[in-house]
């Protein structure tokens, strides 16, 4: 995404070789372009670029990725800390 | 096929045939963009015009402020737009209202169909990211709108961004309906469908260009307005504390002043930052919102250089810095970028050296009133 990175080495995006199909859904879903498909099988092309919305693991009809979606918003991670649960925000925007 | 249809019954899915009469449909007139109505073999549609009017610009208007933001609904179910026939499209959004007014405006000369899921008055991103916008709910509004019987087709258009919330097989499994992700704006749908359903790479990628930046900044000051009462009424209180113990002059004075600062912090998170993002260094959030405000300050403090004695001046640029570089930390919820491992890991480190400055911010404005 142009002008825009977040922090590197921390996205928990994984992609299990063996189980992709190369069905392309994942290249289709990810709204930053992170996969490519090629000879049959999808590559990370970028992992760092990964928002983990989760989009890819979600469409994968082999379960070949995995990552740990979320809400990426300071609010809710620190609602999620003081309350002991899970992150969780209203958001409308 | 006609597909899986019938899939079985559940708590959560609605059998769309095999017997049952034809639904009901009251064709509700007072909602302000239905206009009509359009026959079809599961029973009259609601048609939806795409004229965006005063009421529309001012709810948004409102949203935008955090005016009722949950209250801002469409009724969810089968909508037409234009004189959709078998073969229309389908396209599916959420019941979030300024959604849906999108939809309809940029479909204007369409002929259409819109299925609009039941969101809780959410977004289409911000829904599927709490499983709102979902495959269960696609299931249940398709069997629901007995679409099978309304289309000739068995394709569903979603936007790009509903695909955290949905799991395209799942759809095709149990209703027998397609899934075909369109764009990520809704501005593209109709070069989307000109182009036989196909995204141009431009088209499924997320931008976070400068006005999209600002119309989230108001919401991001309407949020932080509790905290920064209570956080006022502190300063106000913490601003009399001096060598007469309490004084009511100095509270209002120096106050007056601490407030100022803490305004001018909230300003330079949630508007400043937002806007400048791209241009800021560094990719904390925290460190872009701490350098705003640390600027912003030592404007501030050099304005009035005259009346400030030194320990209140670092006590500003200090306070200042940190309300900034914590409000703009909370801005990565609104952004299409950040991750929720980055956003955690940032969080871990910010928010004690934000704490720390806070702290001595404190102890060097109220040991500035006894050196005075």
Known sequence: MDGFRYLDGVATLRLADAACIGCGRCEEVCPHGIFAVAEGKARILDRDACMECGACAMNCPTKAISVTPGVGCAAAIMNGWLSGSKPSCGCGG | ?372
């Open chain 2, 1 to 372: 096929m006609n597909g899986g249809c019938c899939a079985p019954p559940t708590s959560k899915t609605v059998p769309c045939c095999g017997g049952g009469s034809l639904p009901m449909t009251v064709i509700r007139y007072e909602d302000s963009y239905v206009d009509g109505q359009v026959e079809t073999p599961a029973g009259p549609v609601p048609r939806v015009h795409s004229r965006i009017e005063s009421r529309d610009l001012l709810g948004r208007w409102k949203v935008r402020w955090g005016i009722g933001r949950d209250r801002y609904r469409v009724r969810p179910g089968l909508y037409a737009l234009g004189a959709p026939d078998g073969n229309a499209p389908v396209l599916v959004t959420a019941n979030y209202k300024l959604t849906f007014d999108i939809v309809r405006s940029v479909g204007a000369g369409l002929d259409a169909w819109i299925l609009v899921l039941d969101t809780r008055g959410i977004n289409v991103w911000c829904a599927a990211g709490e499983g709102t916008f979902g495959t269960e709910e696609v299931i249940r509004r398709v069997a629901e709108a007995r679409l099978s019987q309304v289309v000739v087709h068995r394709r569903l258009i979603l936007p790009q961004l509903g695909a955290p919330g949905v799991a395209a097989h799942e759809v095709r499994k149990a209703c027998g309906f397609s899934v075909v992700y369109g764009p990520v704006r809704a501005r593209d749908i109709r070069s989307f469908l000109e182009a036989g359903m196909t995204a141009s790479p431009a088209m499924r990628r997320v931008v976070f260009p400068t006005m999209d930046r600002l119309v989230l900044t108001p919401v991001e000051i309407t949020g932080s307005l509790r905290p920064a009462g209570w956080a006022a009424v502190g300063l106000f209180l913490l601003a009399g504390v001096g060598p007469g113990v309490f004084s009511l002059g100095a509270a209002w004075e120096r106050g007056f002043t601490a407030v100022a600062a803490l305004a001018a912090g909230i300003l330079a998170g949630a508007v400043v930052t937002p806007v400048l993002l791209p241009w800021l260094p560094g990719r904390a959030f925290s460190v872009k919102g701490g350098l705003s405000g640390v600027v912003l300050a030592a404007c501030a403090v050099l304005w009035q250089r005259g009346s400030l004695h030194t320990p209140a001046a670092l006590a500003l640029l200090l306070a200042m810095t940190a309300v900034s570089s914590f409000v703009a930390m909370n801005f990565t919820g609104a952004t299409p970028f950040t991750s929720p491992s980055g956003v955690e890991k940032e969080m871990r480190r910010a928010l004690p050296v934000q704490a720390g400055m806070t702290v001595l911010a404190g102890l060097l404005w109220v040991g500035g009133a006894f050196l005075r």
